[in-house]
């Protein structure tokens, strides 16, 4: 991670990982997005890949998740 968050946020951030994340595997799948957001529409999961999917391995890491959420 490039820049400081404060702890509060950073715990934050990484408790909703841990839940998306319901395999554990330390990755959030897009099959772990839809579930976790059913609703979320086609397109945003398309934009957020290309956004958010840094290395475009089809999964989002801790620290490309963090970068997405504002």
């Not at 715990?11 to 957001?37: M, P, Q």
Request: hydrophobic share 30%; aromatic share 8%; proline share 6%.
């Amino acid at each position: 991670m490039s820049e400081e968050l404060p702890d509060q946020r950073l715990t934050r951030l990484k408790s909703t990982f841990a839940e998306i994340d319901t395999d554990g595997d330390g990755y959030i799948s897009e099959v772990e997005l839809k579930r976790h957001f059913p609703d979320l529409p086609a397109e945003a999961l398309g934009a957020m890949s290309q956004e958010a999917d840094s290395d475009q391995d089809g999964r989002y890491s801790l620290e490309e998740f963090i970068r997405t959420v504002p």
